[in-house]
């Protein structure tokens, strides 16, 4: 039998998943992360509530951070919005995308089918949780065999009781992780060690110490190293700080020790926010570029390293839709892929980095 992944409309053969798109949202509410933002900035700080218009005079603000004023910029439920970004999608050559949200972010899974059915791209879910603000009450103080059972119910039975299949877990920490996010890290490898599946982590902002004392300890307690995927890799490779780049100039070159670190122990990376049309430089932090992503992915490729390489545009907010403005989910299809060819990146790494590579990972 072929191998099978599980998408939002039920399983399909590895073969029908086309370029993939590791790392999106689709129907999130990313709620959790709204604030008043008191920070100094040469913008005036916009307010927008949900519903409310987003103004062409306050995109500027909204994408120097301060995005996460707006509730409505912070939500992607609009049936019609994700139909039109999405079918951009496959217009432009895409087939899978890897839907990255869990309980708290997840938005509705009857819109997400929708846009599946409308649009023909195929979804894959994940089972897991994001960080820790925003878990739902029910997650706040699961033991590791609670989160275990929590876990393997979903990839048996069904997210959320709906029957539809995860493709993978998502895991995810800002800053330093506390103990209950220890025991759910450490049902998510045990988990993984059992079943196979996939784990996305979300860890970036964590320093190179602590990223690697997390992967130790996921790895320690059962997951598989080629079952792991590092999202953001990109942080790792640039010098994301104004400050840091002023006073040290040897910063401004892409940065491969850690990832290669990750890499050596058969470790996926993944480079997403290709086309970010945000930053946060209210915080002293530069915008992500995606001529360091670029050079990374070329390097890393030719070194030997192709096999672990995913990328995805990581859509999570309005701003990056076309429709606001952004590039949307098409930024990797029109402009990454292009680029690595006119680079001269073998195509057949290429293709091991947009569908082999998805399709060993999201597999069973």
């Given amino acids: 039998m ?44 916009p307010k927008a509530e949900e519903n409310d218009e987003i103004k062409m005079a306050d995109l500027a603000a909204f994408r120097s951070g301060y995005y996460t004023t707006s509730t409505d910029i912070l939500c992607l439920d609009d049936i019609d919005l994700m139909a039109a970004e999405l079918r951009d999608f496959a217009q432009a050559g895409g087939g899978t995308v890897l839907e990255c949200s869990a309980p708290g972010l997840r938005g509705s899974m009857d819109l997400i089918k929708q846009v599946s059915k409308a649009t023909g791209v195929h979804i894959v879910m994940s089972s897991g949780l994001y960080v820790e603000e925003s878990w739902p009450d029910a997650y706040k103080s699961m033991t590791t065999a609670e989160y275990r059972q929590f876990l393997l119910q979903e990839i048996q039975d069904g997210i959320e009781g709906t029957g539809v299949l995860p493709g993978q877990i998502k895991v995810a920490v800002n800053g330093k992780p506390s103990d209950q996010f220890l025991a759910f890290l450490k049902a998510v490898s045990q988990v993984a060690g059992q079943t196979n599946i996939a784990v996305t982590a979300h860890i970036e902002e964590n320093s190179d110490d602590d990223c690697k004392a997390l992967i130790d300890f996921a790895l320690n307690n059962g997951l598989p190293a080629d079952r792991l995927i590092l999202a953001h890799s990109q942080v790792r490779v640039q010098e994301m700080s104004l400050e840091t780049l002023v006073r040290n100039k040897g910063q401004w070159a892409p940065k491969l020790d850690f990832v290669k ?104």
Avoid at 270 to 293: L, R
């Fill in 2 to 45: 072929p191998p099978l992944v599980n998408t939002i409309l039920g399983p399909i053969e590895t073969s029908e998943m086309g370029f993939t798109s590791m790392h999106e949202h689709v129907g999130s509410r990313a709620l959790f992360y709204a604030t008043d933002h008191p920070v100094d900035c040469c913008h005036k700080v």
């Fill in 261 to 364: 670190y990750a890499l050596d122990l058969g470790v996926n990376i993944s480079f997403d926010c290709f086309g970010a049309s945000y930053s946060h430089e209210i915080y002293g932090d530069i915008p992500e570029t995606d001529a360091h992503k670029i050079a990374a992915i070329v390097w890393l490729a030719e070194q030997g390293f192709a096999d672990q390489i995913v990328i995805g545009n990581d859509v999570f907010h309005k701003i990056m839709c076309r429709r606001y403005g952004g590039h949307g989910y098409t930024r990797i299809t029109e402009f990454v892929v292009p680029t690595l060819e006119e680079l001269e990146l073998e195509k057949g790494l290429i293709q091991r980095i947009t569908h082999e590579n998805p399709a060993r990972l999201l597999s069973y």
